[in-house]
């Protein structure tokens, strides 16, 4: 018997999960309660159990949300995957040393010079190598009591400074550590 984790969404499940999460941030409503066990599912499962409901949401998300923020963000990784496909970065360094803990490699996006010229170029549902702030959402959830999400869960992963992006090996660098 299969024991690994299936998530399956319809497909207005997932566009109405992806606009909340788009809407959280730009018209600063709460969270529904699809879209709170979608981020819990996203976190609690390790790579080999996402599924295309996951990346389906996050494709549609990436598309239509320009971030505000422009940081510098860091994935750990054994190997270097191919572009285009989509994940967890963090926005600070010694989570990803952690993550690594020290072996492999080290991708840095700076997502300002890659984002400079986006709104000039694209509209919504077009954008190119956009991320989205999945730790802002755990923090604005802290902040506004919750949001159905348990304390410990928040404390737990509010730390990781967690961004969902496509990996672009043409505008990141990577390095190995050493």
Same mark, same amino acid.
């Given at each position: 018997? /299969?024991?690994?984790?299936?998530?399956?969404?319809?497909?207005?499940?997932?566009?109405?999960?992806?606009?909340?999460?788009?809407?959280?941030?730009?018209?600063?409503?709460?969270?529904?309660?699809?879209?709170?066990?979608?981020?819990?599912?996203?976190?609690?499962?390790?790579?080999?159990?996402?599924?295309?409901?996951?990346?389906?949401?996050? /494709?549609?998300?990436?598309?239509?949300?320009?971030?505000?923020?422009?940081?510098?963000?860091?994935?750990?990784?054994?190997?270097?995957?191919?572009?285009?496909?989509?994940?967890?970065?963090?926005?600070?360094?010694?989570?990803?040393?952690?993550?690594?803990?020290?072996?492999?490699?080290?991708?840095?996006?700076?997502?300002?010079?890659?984002? &400079?010229?986006?709104?000039?170029?694209?509209?919504?549902?077009?954008?190119?190598?956009?991320?989205?702030?999945?730790?802002?959402?755990?923090?604005?959830?802290?902040?506004?009591?919750?949001?159905?999400?348990?304390?410990?869960?928040?404390?737990?992963?509010?730390?990781?400074?967690?961004?969902?992006?496509?990996?672009? &090996?043409?505008?990141?660098?990577?390095?190995?550590?050493?």
């Amino acid at each position: 018997m /299969d024991q690994r984790f299936h998530y399956r969404l319809s497909k207005n499940q997932k566009s109405a999960i992806a606009q909340n999460l788009i809407d959280i941030l730009e018209k600063d409503i709460e969270i529904t309660e699809h879209t709170r066990r979608f981020i819990c599912n996203w976190i609690l499962t390790g790579p080999e159990e996402k599924r295309k409901a996951f990346f389906d949401v996050w /494709d549609i998300v990436l598309k239509n949300y320009l971030p505000k923020t422009r940081p510098i963000l860091f994935r750990a990784c054994v190997r270097i995957g191919k572009s285009d496909k989509i994940t967890s970065f963090t926005g600070r360094l010694e989570s990803a040393k952690r993550f690594s803990n020290g072996k492999g490699f080290l991708i840095i996006f700076d997502t300002n010079e890659t984002l &400079q010229f986006v709104e000039k170029l694209y509209k919504a549902g077009e954008y190119k190598r956009t991320f989205y702030p999945l730790g802002n959402v755990l923090k604005k959830a802290r902040n506004s009591g919750g949001w159905g999400f348990t304390e410990r869960f928040l404390n737990d992963f509010i730390g990781e400074d967690e961004y969902i992006m496509r990996i672009d &090996q043409g505008y990141s660098y990577s390095l190995r550590w050493i």
